[in-house]
């Protein structure tokens, strides 16, 4: 029978899709248990879950009910532990709970379908690595989402930019919500992820299996509005191309940004012809660390700028994570106010710089 850590699991899920960017627009949320299934429905998108085991006292009729309520009353069992829920006069009890009814006002909504057709099988751990680089800036829609295309999956927040050249999708391409996507990579047992997208209804489905057991079902609108041209962001050649040394740049980058001030960047500088990585503060700030720069990469193919360039130090640290899973990775760098990019054999990132007052 299930259990209420995949109820919870289902539930919680549900909640997290309740959001709305504008406080003003009421956010619409269904939500349905019956034995076998809990459904959510929020403002256009469906989240469904099939659960590897029936809940113990229900039928295939739906019941509706809250996530809150529910949630509250998951916490009266131990994880593991086998859930029984009742209906009666058309209220869910459990745990010696009964759960409200909520307010269906002029009936339940219409559920929509789910995307079946033509699905495409991913890596759930190389989208999530892409989806982090997703904007949270709602007044900017698009650059909150994961676009997918022929030349993989992208996504950038205006400062980094990161692709992966591996998650290709045929075809027309679709950009779908980033919250979303990383949701479901993260509830994800490490099985395939697939994806689906009806092109003409503009609508799309991410499907999932998670560590709990249950089959996820997120589907609903793609994001409206043409992705940027990232392609064009990628000069046709760089000045300067270093082997980037990984494993010393990671642990010179926590190191750096334990010490550096947020408000300053963290810098690289030519040092005998190859990049290091320091900190050093501006003079108006008494007493501040100062982190010996230390060399990341080999040699550089040409000669390396003369100017230190500047870097937000968490971001540089995000690329470097995000690059390290390829093989021969490399630094390339035009000058201090052009972005860098770090490349791999499948991926590649784009990183804005801060200009330096020096």
Known sequence: MATAKQITEAARTIKAQIHSPNKNIPTLCAMTLDRWTVTGWISGTLVEFYLPDPIDGLTDEPVPTDPDGLLKAMKEYKPGETVDIQVRDGQLVTAGVTLPAPNTGDGWPEMPAHVVAGPTMYDPARILAVAQFASTDDLRPILTGVRFDETGAVATDSYRLAVDERVKMTGEGVTLPGSVVAA?????????????????????????????????TISGRAIAGKFPAYEQLFPEGYETTAPLMVEQAQKQAAKVNRWADR??????????????????????????????????????????????IGFNGEFFAAVLDYIAGDSAPTLNAISPLRPIMLQGDERRALLMPIRLNV
């Open 184 to 216: 479901v990579c993260k509830m994800s047992s490490g099985g395939d992820l697939a994806i689906s997208h009806d092109a003409e209804a503009e609508r799309y489905s991410v499907c999932t299996t998670t560590k709990a057991g249950s089959s996820v």
């Open 263 to 308: 408000n300053r960047p963290v810098t690289l500088t030519a040092i005998d012809n190859r990049y290091a990585l320091g900190y050093t503060p501006s003079h108006m700030l008494v007493g501040g660390a100062q982190v010996e720069p230390v060399a990341i990469t080999g040699a550089s193919g040409g000669e390396a700028p003369g100017e230190p």
